[in-house]
């Protein structure tokens, strides 16, 4: 299994067996290294100003949760940019937490 993802808002899931993806999640719009897998959880990272984090269940090929990765309220009245996630990877060996980068914007 092969998971592809990038700018289309896609996560498409790959057997090599076959010559074009068996399933698709919508959702993240993944930039560079921001997509791990930990058995049948996959975490995404995107880079947009909502929903940066989520982890999608491979087995319902859906989003099982959306995971906060700042606080709104402290970018309200203000010119500042949310953050948006570049990489995201489950620790190592029990993806117990993740860790994720990132930046703002045209930066």
């Not at 808002?9 to 930039?31: K, Y």
């Not at 009245?77 to 949310?82: Q, R």
């Amino acid at each position: 299994m092969l998971l592809s993802g990038g700018w289309d808002n896609n996560v498409f899931i790959w057997d090599i067996r076959h010559e074009a993806p068996v399933g698709h999640i919508l959702g993240p719009s993944i930039t560079g290294e921001s997509l791990d897998i930990h058995g049948n959880r996959v975490l995404a990272g995107s880079f947009s100003n909502e929903n940066n984090l989520c982890i999608i269940d491979l087995k319902m090929q859906k989003i099982d949760y959306q995971i906060p990765w700042y606080d709104s309220e402290a970018y309200k009245d203000t010119k500042l940019v949310p953050p948006c996630v570049y990489a995201a990877r489950f620790t190592m060996p029990d993806a117990g937490f993740i860790v994720a980068g990132g930046t703002q914007r045209d930066e």
